[in-house]
């Protein structure tokens, strides 16, 4: 199994047009085990290039609202007064460990997306 690592734009693109050809492989085969590394190597190449930022605590909250339907007030339980929670998600007062935890825990929020330092 002849493979380098990829190193330029050029090699990218190399790399996923041989991915794309190997797509049917079966695994423990050669050809499967080759799209295993390339995929590899394709992952490492994008997360280093082409990283993903967290979201915004305030845009993770409301998305979270909105697909499930929840208003201001279903808030109160985890952040505190109704006019706490405007503030929060005004942006005028930031997420306290305490909020973050239960919004993680009692709404399920991902505790990444609520934990950004300067971006409350």
Known sequence: MDIAPIKNQRD???TLK???GLMAAKRGTPEGDRL???VT???AWERKHYPLDLP????AIKYHMDQNGLAPRDLIPFIGSRHR?????????????KMIWRLHRGLDIPAESLISAGKV
Do not use: M
């Open 36 to 38: 295993d590394v390339l």
């Open 41 to 43: 190597l394709v992952e």
């Open 12 to 14: 990218y693109r190399r």
């Open 56 to 59: 915004d605590p305030v845009e």
């Open 18 to 20: 041989e991915i794309e």
């Open 85 to 97: 929670v405007h503030e929060v998600l005004n942006r005028k007062r930031p997420l306290t460990l």
